[in-house]
């Protein structure tokens, strides 16, 4: 069976560090996977895909199946950063594929 | 511009009570999925339409039910309210375009019942 975990429920930075958000998940096909975020008062949304190997809002995500981990970074983080993020695995299902959501992680960036 | 809309936002009911909570989306996608959210379990699965006429149960699908009877609408209905059933609801659409499909997520609806 599919699993997404993300060991962090919250994890806190100051602005200006380095922020590495955890996600590690388990799957016997070949994975693709998504980080969604939902900022305050507003709705999920998709961050990146590791798919199309891009960089959004200066965050990138690697995906390493050896270590079976697909981690979200970013070198400088913001005060906009701060919301709740959310690891997600795309399997099929029949016609069309689903999303396993891991439980998420609130980042909180500090001024 | 396209769009995916819940209602109502928040919702307050009793035990026992039938609540049906609305998702309509402009975007013309086949696939419709209903999300719950709730602290510790991050968003987990209800119910899923790949089509019209077509519905698939989810990791928690007990005690709800979906229909689908045009391509803008996913109903989603709780038979009896529970205390458990106490969430936030999201409704989701994405197009059967081939791998790793983009979801396209509603606003939620806080749903309390008491």
């Known amino acids: 069976a599919q699993r997404v975990t993300q060991p962090e429920k919250l994890l806190s930075v100051f602005k200006g560090a380095p922020v590495e958000l955890k996600c590690n998940y388990s799957?016997?096909?070949?994975?693709?996977l998504f980080w969604y975020v939902q900022y305050s008062r507003q709705r999920l949304q998709l961050l990146l895909r590791?798919?199309s190997r891009e960089s959004i809002k200066g965050f990138t995500a690697d995906l390493n199946k050896g270590e079976t981990s697909f981690h979200l970074k970013k070198p400088f983080a913001q005060e906009e950063d701060s919301a709740m993020y959310y690891c997600?695995?795309?399997?099929?299902?029949?016609?069309?594929?689903?999303?396993?959501f891991g439980s998420g992680t609130q980042l909180t960036v500090l001024p | 511009d396209a769009e995916i809309t819940q209602s109502p936002r928040h919702k307050i009911t009793e035990t026992g009570r039938q609540v049906t909570l609305a998702c309509h989306q402009t975007?013309?996608?086949?696939?419709m999925f209903w999300y719950r959210q709730d602290l510790g379990h991050g968003l987990r699965l209800i119910h899923y339409?790949?089509?019209?006429?077509?519905?698939n149960k989810g990791e928690v699908s007990d005690g709800y039910s979906v229909s689908r009877s045009n391509t803008e609408d996913l109903p989603l209905t709780l038979e009896s309210a529970a205390s458990s059933q106490t969430s936030v609801y999201f409704c989701?659409?994405?197009?059967?375009?081939?791998?790793?499909?983009?979801?396209?997520f509603g606003p939620g609806t806080r749903l309390t019942v008491l």
């Open positions: 997600a695995l795309s399997r099929s299902s029949g016609s069309a594929r689903q999303l396993t």
């Open positions: 590791h798919i």
């Open positions: 989701a659409s994405s197009e059967s375009s081939g791998a790793g499909d983009t979801q396209y």
């Open positions: 799957y016997s096909g070949s994975p693709e």
């Open positions: 975007w013309n996608h086949n696939n």
């Open positions: 339409s790949y089509g019209v006429q077509d519905t």
